[in-house]
């Protein structure tokens, strides 16, 4: 099995370090990863890895089995427009709001496509990466591409009519709770505490915020309760959020999401 990085910025370099270091690579599954991209400083970065660089995006496509499409969505279309595509390759897009019928109308009427949205935190090894199988992608040809994202956090499956709202869930969060967390941060800083503490402190929590989220068998109002004794400190400061509907603007910040997306795709959500 072959894989093809048509580019390698940010996200694609990420998923290269996970998937070159993962068993997948040491077991043979993939017998060889490929590599290219119009910025040649990002290309020499990858020298030191077990990745063959290619000269030319055609040359890249011709020998992979699988191709993760990892340019900016604003260009993908004259990029696989200037390419010509197999109809037996696995083509995966992490282009926020690009859809199965949009790389169709670049490549193949019946390409093989898996969407991925994932996420930032990727590059650490810690994505959430969720993907949707499009027609015609066997269920051993999705399950491989699971396992891709998984070399560099968690992956989940989603049906392919929802992968624009999820965006907000997954994709778009990370900016979103660093916002949140700026506000700790600003505030811990008014009142004088070390910076480097409170980042500490404050990042921890999230984590173990987290994991009781995964890990605690517990709802998140009866997580919410378990911080909130009554008369107590954290009541005061939920009263303040309570007043200012947090969970609402919450709710308008992702439906806000969700409707950029589907204007990017130049298409219209339905209610």
């Known amino acids: 099995m072959t894989i ?42 990858l020298a030191y890895k077990s990745v063959s660089i290619c000269e030319t995006a055609q040359q890249l496509v011709d020998a992979s089995d699988y191709l993760i499409l990892a340019v ?3 260009v ?18 992490i282009g926020a709001g690009i ?32 993907l949707a199988k499009c027609d015609g992608v066997s ?15 968690i992956a989940e499956e989603i049906p392919e009519s929802k992968m624009k709202e999820i965006i907000a869930i997954n994709g778009s969060s990370p900016a979103f709770l660093y916002l949140f967390a700026k506000g700790f ?20 929590s999230m984590i173990g915020s987290a994991k009781m989220l995964t890990d605690s ?17 954290t009541l005061a400061g939920l009263d303040t959020l309570y007043q200012g ?3 609402g603007i919450t709710m308008q910040c992702c439906d806000a999401c969700t409707h950029r997306a589907y204007t990017l795709a130049g298409e219209e959500k339905k209610s």
């Open 4 to 45: 093809g990085f048509l580019g390698v910025g940010n996200m694609g370099t990420a998923m290269l370090n996970g998937i070159a270091n993962s068993p997948l690579c040491a077991d043979k599954t993939i017998s060889a990863i490929f590599a290219f991209d119009t910025n040649a400083e990002r290309l020499a970065a």
């Open 72 to 74: 900016k969505p604003q």
């Open 76 to 93: 993908l279309a004259d990029v696989l427009d200037a390419l010509t595509i197999r109809p037996d390759q696995v083509l995966i897009s």
């Open 99 to 130: 859809g199965a019928d949009f790389i169709r109308s670049h490549t193949v009427p019946d390409a093989k496509i898996i969407l991925v949205m994932p996420n930032t935190p990727l590059m650490l090894g810690q994505g959430a990466s969720a």
């Open 139 to 153: 269920d051993d040809a999705f399950a491989f591409a699971l396992a891709l994202f998984r070399t560099c956090g």
């Open 185 to 204: 941060l600003d505030y811990a800083a008014s009142e004088g505490i070390d910076a480097d503490v409170a980042l500490r402190l404050f990042a921890q």
């Open 217 to 233: 068998g517990h709802t998140v109002d009866e997580l919410i309760k378990m911080v909130s004794s009554p008369g107590g400190t």
């Open 245 to 247: 509907d947090l969970n």
